[in-house]
């Protein structure tokens, strides 16, 4: 099986797989390799280790050298760099009238190249902004535009959960999120309310779908009729799967009853069947 390392750069998103040739990489250590962008500086986060071959999902590309001290002060100073480049690629955004949005700015660890990163709604024509960008920096400029998840994950911010963004901090892939997911939670199917702040479906629903599979095994079908140990009896109106609670109606006239999960001691009717097949 061939040997890999695991790099994430700037300190989110997915963890690349490279070849680490015949250094020997710890977690938590540095790493210069070359990727699209140019010459970058990357931050170790599965040292050396084998794979299956399968699970590569194209050729490796082989590290260029551990970071040095003198790298890590150089990605430091290009970070600085950055935020100075960036203005200014803001305000030629500005008085070129281009309708698009700056994001951030990333300088290559040589300063052989500037990324300009933005979104748009639209394709964007910015040949003559590159004419003001280029005199201005002594590296090549490239402009990149990204999607609003991506944009997201680099801006940060809370989502409404109250909690830092999840692209932001933990999320290492994109997933598709439905909306029979959310539905699958019980969640609104209003999509204002379940959207991030990127304007998408909200990461979360993805990545808390197996879980709500698998508590749904659990619990009688909507509709079914179920009777608890108390002796109340009824149609499940509703569940709830975190508080592992049903609302269960006795009639078209009566007010519905809240009961535990726990509580129930049969499951009858046309829908009694559970999605695991038990009774």
Partial sequence: ?????????????????????????????YAIVETVRGLELGKVILGNHEVPAEKLEAEL?????????????????????AKEAFKFF????????LEMKPLYAEYTIDRSKVVFFYTADDRVDFRNLLKILTPEFKSRVELRQIGPREAARAIGGLGGCGREL????????????????????????????????????????????????????????????????????????????IKRTLRIQPNPDTMPITCSLDEIVEVRGKNQVNENGSN
Avoid: W
């Fill in 1 to 29: 099986m061939p040997k890999v390392i695991g790099i994430q750069f700037k300190g989110v998103g997915r963890i690349y797989y490279f070849d680490p040739l015949d250094f020997v990489f710890e977690s938590g250590e």
């Fill in 61 to 81: 590309k082989p590290v260029s050298r551990k970071a040095t001290e003198r790298d890590l002060r150089q990605e430091e100073r290009n970070n600085e760099l």
């Fill in 90 to 97: 803001k305000k030629s955004v500005v008085e070129c009238g």
């Fill in 166 to 241: 999840c692209c932001k901090s933990h999320l290492k892939n994109f997933d598709i999120v439905t909306m029979k997911m959310a539905k699958d939670q019980n969640l609104s199917l209003n999509t204002s309310k379940i959207s991030g702040v990127c304007g998408k479906l909200m990461c979360c629903i993805s990545y808390e779908d197996e879980l709500y599979k698998e508590l749904k095994k659990e619990f009688p079908n909507i509709n079914s009729y179920v009777k608890t140990k108390k002796g109340d009896s009824g149609k499940v109106i509703s569940v709830d799967y």
